[in-house]
């Protein structure tokens, strides 16, 4: 038997933080252990006690902390480029955050969680057509296949496609930009309503000979930090088939903001310096005419496509004014209600408004702009981009089907030789380069909204460039390799991912997840040249027109 006379023995909370005059209650008062003799055991329970009430209190906040944790990461999977306030509609949250599932690690696929539905919540960044940052590709409710290989598949070659990343308006656009707001100045009035901010509003560039057509370098839609975490996530996917001591090629077409996008890519697929310990080459291919087929714009080289008036090029500019008839007035109308010294607002003006809220997004963050329009408005503007892409380049062009195979043909042809061809080939053009891959591929063709109405926006179309053509969009092919239930070889796959969402080619139904066979698939790219036709013809080119030569990798 011991007496407790030590000050440090008689109050072992001190040590702990508790209060002196308050211990816990299973604790004895300080004072009674002076007037007691107290066994060496109870002594030692106590002792316990204390340490394990001590220990629950540090193990509980980092138990919950483990549980948000594991709830974030594994619970319902909703885009946080998507969820929004229903109050702040149209304020854009946390930019590149895609669903966890977009940032797979082959190594995690071992944990085999199931796909959940994703439905997106009204966010503008959802309804630009293109004219925003990048946004993952969602389905209203539908259920999607995970992006990482099913189990025991590999991914053994990788085909991409991308849009530059985010960039200030060309100068055509921001002329025009500024042509409405000079004319709105010179009013010398101060605005109100929905148009109040504009009394202290600046535009998003002081400098538009700079910067007009260039890529964006500030703000959480940066088009420099855009295309650097799109090579991130690609390492992380990919990393594994990169090759330790060849050099990768990878290509851009002959524009500035193109191949600043593919630079910054590289730097984050590669690492910074990427040049200078020859990890990778990027050759330039000129957008000029003379190119023919050996191209990667052919929008640029088709002949008829540029001088057919009716059908060609300028076909979708012709559609979007159309359709601006439509949808501008009454906009317009509203807008000068609470404004009438802006007289009328001509519809083009109504547009530039609608196209500053996403330019400007891209600078600064967010924009005043996205708060002027309704949700109706926004899905008009939507649409209007959808029809000037449908009809200018894509499925509703007769040219654009033709115009597309020539990459899909030379990408189809590495798919067939497989990685010994080389294992990674990345391509860097504009949104009027990728469309034409889609009509060729057939993706997104809606046969019951084809054509494309030009009097009102069918909600259940397939063609949304939102989602298919923002900036930095992106269309992959990976060449799959999967074990047979025979032990016989492996089973070879192609599947088509747009803006991390994998998607199903017209036709082909094969497992696993969404994939196509490369027999199926490389029969299929034929039957599409029957339907397409041939470049040259379709083009109106003289003699032989070519094909792709320059996408091939140096091997040893």
């Known amino acids: 038997m011991t007496v407790l006379d030590d000050q440090s023995a008689t109050r072992p909370w001190r040590k702990i933080g508790w209060d002196e005059d308050h211990p816990p209650s299973f604790l004895p008062h300080p004072r009674a252990l002076h007037r007691q003799r107290v066994p060496e055991a109870q002594i030692l329970a106590s002792t316990i006690m204390a340490f394990l009430y001590s220990l629950v209190k540090v193990i509980y906040p980092l138990l919950v902390i483990l549980a948000a944790v594991l709830l974030y990461s594994y619970g319902p999977e909703h885009s946080l480029t998507t969820l929004v306030s229903p109050v702040t509609h149209h304020t854009p949250t946390s930019p590149y955050a895609a669903s966890w599932r977009s940032w797979f690690h082959p190594l995690q696929s071992q944990l085999g969680y199931a796909p959940t539905s994703l439905k997106k919540d009204w966010n503008v960044l959802h309804h630009l057509g293109g004219n925003g940052p990048w946004v993952e590709m969602l389905d209203e409710g539908s259920r999607t296949p995970d992006l990482a290989p099913s189990p025991g598949c590999s991914i053994d070659q990788v085909h991409m496609m991308s849009r530059h990343a985010e960039r200030y308006p060309t100068p055509l656009v921001g002329y025009r930009h500024l042509k409405f707001l000079e004319r709105a100045r010179l009013l010398e009035l101060p605005f109100n309503g929905s148009l109040e901010f504009l009394n202290e509003w600046t535009y998003f560039t002081d400098n538009p000979e700079r910067d007009f057509g260039q890529l964006t370098s500030t703000g959480p839609y940066a088009g420099t930090l855009g295309a650097f975490t799109t090579g991130v996530r690609f390492r992380t996917r990919y990393g594994e088939i990169l090759p330790k001591d060849n050099t990768i090629r990878f290509w851009a077409s002959d524009s500035e903001r193109v191949i600043e996008s593919a630079r910054y890519f590289a730097s984050g697929l590669f690492g910074l310096n990427w040049e200078s310990r020859d990890k990778a080459v990027l050759e330039i291919i000129p ?270």
């Open 287 to 556: 957008e000029t005419f003379e190119r023919g087929a050996d191209t990667l714009t052919p929008g640029d080289t088709c002949q008829r496509y540029l001088e057919d008036t009716t059908d060609g090029h300028d076909n979708g500019d012709t559609m979007l004014r159309h359709y601006q008839d439509v949808y501008t007035p009454a906009i317009a109308a509203r807008l000068t209600s609470e404004n009438p010294a802006l007289g009328s607002l001509l519809n083009t003006e109504v547009y530039a408004m609608q196209e500053m809220c996403g330019f400007e997004t891209m600078v600064r963050g967010s924009s005043p702009w996205c708060d002027v329009f309704t949700e109706e408005d926004w899905l008009h503007f939507e649409y209007a981009r959808d029809i000037k892409h449908y009809y200018g380049s894509g499925p509703g062009n007769p040219y654009a089907g033709a115009m597309g195979w020539l990459w899909l043909n030379a990408t189809a042809t590495l798919l067939k030789a497989g990685p010994e061809a080389g294992p990674m080939f990345l391509s860097f053009v504009h949104d009027g380069d990728i469309s034409p891959l889609l009509a060729a591929l057939d993706l997104f063709k809606d046969p019951r909204n084809t054509p494309l109405p030009l009097t009102y926006p069918p909600a259940d179309r397939s063609w949304k460039t939102s989602t298919i053509l923002p900036m930095g969009a992106r269309i992959t092919f990976e060449r799959m390799t999967c074990p047979t239930e025979d032990d016989r070889d492996d089973e070879v796959y192609v599947r088509i991912n747009v803006n991390d969402r994998i998607v199903q080619l017209p036709g082909c139904v094969a497992d696993p997840g969404h994939t196509c066979s490369l027999d199926s698939f490389l029969q299929y790219v034929n039957f599409r040249r029957e339907e397409v036709g041939d470049f040259g013809e379709v083009c109106g080119l003289e003699g032989h027109a070519g094909k792709i030569t320059f996408l091939h990798q140096d091997r040893d």
